[in-house]
C-alpha cells in the first residue's frame, strides 16, 4: 500500500521529480487512482462532468464537502485537495468559516482556492489559521463568464509578468503548492522557476513540477467537448456504451442470466 504524501514530501518533490494529481469526485474511482496519484483533486469541475451543468460556477460548498467525503472514504491514503466553489471564499472571514467547515465535515487535507494577487489576502489568512491552501493561477474556471470564456493565458509580455507576480504573491502569502492552468508552456515554466513550491500544470506544458487532469476527460468518458492539452489514455465513453449495449442486448434476447449468474 502506497504511503501517503504529506505537505513537506509534496514540496521535496519540487525539482525531484513530477507530481501526479487527478480528479476524482466518488469513493469508486478514488479507490483505483490512489496507487498511482500523489494527490486526489476534488475538483469543482464535477459540476460540469457530473452534474451535467456547462460551468462550474454553480457548485456548492455542500456538494463539494459530499464529494470529498466520498473520495476521502475510497482513498484514506491519498493526499485530498477539496476545491472552494465559486462564492465561498470572497473575503478572508467567509473563506475561513468554509474552510473550517470543510475541515470539520471531511478529511481534506487542504482547500484550493482560485486567484492570484488578488486572493493573497485570503490565503495568508487561511494558512494563519491551520488550514493548508493550494493555489491556482492562469486560466481560472471560475471566472469565465466575466471573461467571456475560457482563454489561454500567457500570450504577451504583460500577462507573463502578471502571472509571475501571482505566483509570487500566492506563494508568499502560505500556499504550500499551486496548480496553474491553461497557460503557455514557456511562461508556465517560468512561473514554476520563480518560486519555490510545487507548480502543477494543466495544460501548461511540460516543464512545470506536475500535472494534473480531469479523470473523466482523461479517461474519455466525457463527451462535451475536450480541450487540446487532454490525452486520452482510454476511449471509456466508446467501452461504457459498448459494454451496456451488450448487456441491453443479452436482457433481450435472455442470454443474460446464465445458469452462472443465478442462486
Ligand atoms: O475543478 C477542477 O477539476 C480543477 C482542475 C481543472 C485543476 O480545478
Not at 27 to 33: E, P, R
Not at 160 to 188: H, P, Q, R, Y
Not at 236 to 245: F, I
Amino acid at each position: 500500500m502506497r504511503k501517503k504524501l504529506t505537505i513537506s514530501s509534496i514540496q521535496k518533490a519540487k525539482g525531484q521529480r513530477p507530481l501526479v494529481m487527478i480528479t476524482a469526485y466518488d469513493a469508486l474511482f478514488a479507490k483505483l487512482f490512489e496507487e498511482s496519484a500523489d494527490m486526489i483533486l476534488v475538483g469543482d469541475s464535477l459540476n460540469m462532468s457530473f452534474a451535467g451543468k456547462s460551468d462550474t460556477l454553480s457548485a456548492t460548498l455542500q456538494q463539494m464537502i459530499y464529494h470529498t467525503n466520498a473520495v476521502c472514504a475510497g482513498a484514506p491514503n491519498s493526499f485530498v485537495v477539496c476545491d472552494m466553489p465559486f462564492g465561498t471564499y470572497i473575503t478572508k472571514e467567509k473563506a475561513l468559516q468554509n474552510a473550517i467547515e470543510v475541515f470539520q465535515s471531511t478529511a481534506a487535507d487542504c482547500v484550493k482556492i482560485e486567484g492570484g494577487r488578488e486572493k493573497a489576502d485570503v490565503i495568508r489568512y487561511l494558512t494563519e489559521n491551520g488550514i493548508a491552501v493550494c493555489g491556482h493561477i492562469g486560466l481560472l474556471p471560475q471566472s469565465v463568464r466575466s471573461e467571456g470564456g475560457y482563454k489561454v493565458k500567457g500570450r504577451s509580455k504583460e500577462e507573463k509578468e502578471a502571472l509571475i507576480e501571482d505566483a509570487k504573491a500566492v506563494a508568499a502569502a502560505g500556499a504550500f503548492c499551486m496548480v496553474i492552468e491553461g497557460t503557455k508552456a514557456d511562461v508556465a515554466e517560468a512561473v514554476a522557476k520563480a518560486v519555490t513550491i510545487p507548480v502543477i500544470g494543466i495544460g501548461a506544458g511540460n516543464g512545470v513540477d506536475g500535472q494534473v487532469l480531469v479523470f473523466s476527460d482523461m479517461l474519455g468518458l466525457f463527451e462535451e467537448f475536450t480541450p487540446k492539452f487532454v490525452k486520452k489514455y482510454m476511449d471509456g465513453a466508446t467501452l461504457v456504451k459498448e459494454a451496456v449495449a451488450l448487456y441491453a442486448k443479452e436482457v433481450g434476447s435472455r442470454e443474460f442470466p446464465t445458469e452462472e449468474y443465478t442462486y
